[in-house]
């Protein structure tokens, strides 16, 4: 069995009055993780809101940390949506959580105890530059917003990562992002303005995912290699039945947690479903055996989101 998670790990940082603690985030987040997965079986986790800094010379990176944590066999890869760098607006790190840090970034994270498989244009490199450089992973942006100009979410850029895996002898590809929110969009009521840009933004934001599939399916056939089935899981900021949502269901299958209806949620300021797991499989190569959000979260501080998981199996 395959297990998927995807899980928004940052939403309450604000709320720390602290300064952010990489490690401690790192350490209950695999608490949660334990809750609904068993570590050692063939497992690929999509985080979002994750990130990594530099804190009195020492490197910190929550992705690496769970998978310390997790254990030997599993990698992970960082793909940077804002950092100090680049983005380097006061309202976003001149905050109590960033201070005394030298360098810090935030963005999304693959981490899975999979191997790696080629890509079907150009192979990865040895074992020690796939743990350095995660060559099993790409990432594109998939937003307009190049700077984080004005120190919110409205100009965030996006991106999505796209990990080249083998399951059981299979190659996969699995794809994480997180799409884009507005500031005053209303998360009940799509007919209000503000909520309709935002839809569109995510749309946009769809199309360009969308054309990264494409790409993905080109290239393989180019090559002469087998479809893979691709598993797309992430923070979409968008319900079910909404427009961003319906452009995905054209080529992919999305998962319908099993839970209650009344825990039929993943955020938990808006108890709304907005992290989904979906599957693009035109040969039938995997079998959706179960799909849950995980409704028991130990730590106040830790997340304003629940993790959603996913169970597969190959048919054959």
Known sequence: MLQVVTFNIGGARGMRPAPHDHDKLAEDTVTTLKQVINPSQPTIIALQETGLALVGGNSKNVGRKI?????????DAFASEVNMRDHPH??????????????????????????????????FQNEISQRM?????????????????????????????????????????????????????????????????ASQLRMDQVKEILHVVNEL?????????????ILLAGDFNAKLNTPEIEMLLGDFHILSPENEQNDLWTHQTHRILIDHILLHDPNEQFEIISCHIQIQIPFDDLTDHRPAVGIFDATS
């Open 67 to 75: 998978c310390e944590l997790l254990g030997e066999d599993y990698i």
């Open 90 to 123: 006061p309202d976003l790190w001149d905050r109590p959580a960033y201070r005394g840090m030298m360098h810090a970034a935030e963005g999304n994270a693959i981490l899975t105890n999979l191997k790696p498989h080629d890509w079907s244009w150009g192979t």
């Open 133 to 197: 450089f995660a060559s099993w992973t790409r990432h594109t942006m998939i937003s307009r917003a190049s700077l984080y100009s004005t120190g919110n979410r409205d100009t965030q850029p996006r991106n999505l990562m796209v990990a080249s895996l083998n399951y059981n002898g299979m190659p996969i590809y699995f794809l994480n992002t997180h799409l884009g929110v507005l500031i005053g969009e209303d998360r009940d009521d799509p007919t209000y303005e503000r909520s309709r840009t």
């Open 217 to 229: 399916k080109t290239a393989d056939n180019a090559n002469e290699a087998p479809a893979r089935p």
